[in-house]
């Protein structure tokens, strides 16, 4: 096991009915804005909870954020934040929402000319604008992380940045707004969680026991609720198993002390800017064909998998690991995610060269957990992904 540092300061309220808590962990003179998405929470009832328990505040609102965050929509927000004096953002939605509030955090108090910059030059957030989240849909674990993606449509980009003044201060995790997600978002949120574990855990074996099971049974935990949640959203222990497992997924345990890989996301990012496939479709067309190219360098983390979440005991490490790819596939299959390119759109030959010009202008020449996955490697794993 490596050494590590742990901090995870973003405190939980997970149950039924606890939306009202921000009452209680908002300062009490904050100037609030509240930050949406599309509409979903007047649909559903979330807005209305969220209003009630914030009848004493002092309260601004800001709605529209779209999936897949976007830089020109976010720098309005940021000018309400400065012209009304804001102190305290609360997000409510989805990793989307989370997302962006997150940025808004870091750039109302960056002291830089151009936001961007946080974004494009990896400037760290040390220290961000006090936030919380009402979270909508489980999926990313952005309720309870330090990170942040953030896409800008006029530059074809979607980047990443983060630091330790960016985890939320508390996160309402109330299982029941899960309800209203439409079975292609929940299907979303199954196979990102279930990635996230796989970018955490598919590497090489470094007898790190304990992070490994604890990702191994977050695993066969998605495996088992996946149908149940899909069959009915509105079933309360699955809605508590999936929304806990998603945020366990990515909030940091499972990564420390272990070599983590993240090539999977890199390559998707650049699909949802080239085609606007979402998010988790990008991992499951990307996930494979990584795990076939990169066959030797992972063949023993992927026989491991094979035989403790899938129970396949019999065969060589070799075939175990090609079962263990087969059966990850039939899994995003089974939840109605497709898992190759060509499913998504006719121009599909057009990944290759536009990913690997933009990983070689940003420099992002080596990936993955060894170092050693460049450009024309990416150009090798999207082929067989087609
Ligand atoms: O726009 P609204 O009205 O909120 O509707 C959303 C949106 O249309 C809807 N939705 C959310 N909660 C709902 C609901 N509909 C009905 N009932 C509810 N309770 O679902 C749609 C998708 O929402 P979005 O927030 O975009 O989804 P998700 O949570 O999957 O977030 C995706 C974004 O997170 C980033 C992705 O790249 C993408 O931009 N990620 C963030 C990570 C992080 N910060 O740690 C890690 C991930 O790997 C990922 O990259
Ligand atoms: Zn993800």
């Known amino acids: 096991m490596n050494n590590f540092e742990f901090k995870n300061p973003t405190k939980i309220h997970f149950g039924k009915g606890l939306i009202n808590k921000i009452a209680s962990e908002i300062p009490a003179h904050a100037k609030v804005l509240m930050l949406f998405g599309s509409g979903s929470i007047k649909k559903n009832g979330i807005y209305e909870q969220v209003k009630t328990a914030l009848q004493s505040f002092e309260v601004i609102e800001f709605g529209g954020i779209p999936a897949n965050p976007e830089y020109q929509v976010l720098l309005k927000a940021l000018a309400v934040i400065k012209e009304e004096k804001i102190t305290y953002l609360l997000a409510v939605g989805g990793g989307s929402v989370i997302d962006g509030t997150k940025f808004l955090a870091s750039a109302a108090l960056y002291e830089g000319n151009n936001p961007w910059d946080i974004l494009e030059k990896g400037i760290r957030s040390e220290v961000g604008m006090p936030f919380g989240v009402v979270l909508t849909l489980p999926a990313t674990g952005s309720e309870m992380n330090s990170g942040s993606v953030i896409s800008r449509r006029e530059t ?20 029941q707004v899960i309800s209203s997600i439409p079975a292609n978002q929940i299907a979303n949120g199954i196979v990102d969680a279930f990635t996230h574990v796989l970018e955490q855990y598919m590497t090489y074996p470094t007898g790190a026991n304990l992070q490994d099971r604890i990702s191994e049974s977050i695993m066969q935990n998605l495996i088992e609720i ?8 509105s079933d309360y222990n699955a809605q508590c198993e999936f929304m806990w497992s998603c945020t366990m997924a990515l909030n940091g345990l499972i990564q420390k002390g272990v070599p983590t890989d993240w090539t999977v996301h890199a390559i998707g990012h650049e699909l949802t800017v080239l085609f606007g496939i979402d998010h988790a479709q990008t991992l499951a067309i990307i996930a494979p064909s990584h795990y076939r190219y990169n066959f030797e360098n992972k063949k023993e983390k992927l026989a491991q998998y094979a035989t403790r979440v899938w129970n396949i005991t019999e065969g060589t490490i070799e075939e175990k690991a090609n079962l263990a790819i087969d059966k990850t596939e039939a899994f995003f299959h089974s939840v109605g995610i497709k898992t190759h390119l060509s499913e998504y759109t006719d121009n599909f030959k057009e990944a290759a060269p536009f990913i690997f010009d933009s990983f070689s202008k940003r420099g992002i020449l080596k990936l993955g957990e060894r170092q ?10 999207l082929e067989l992904s087609y």
Do not use: C, E, H, Y
Not at 226 to 233: D, G, K, S, T, V
């Open 372 to 381: 050693n996955i460049t450009p024309s490697d990416v150009v090798k794993i």
């Open 226 to 233: 996946a149908p149940q949640i899909l069959n009915n959203p």
């Open 156 to 175: 074809n980009q979607k980047l990443g940045m983060g630091g330790p003044g960016l985890f939320p201060q508390f996160s309402i995790l109330d299982p």
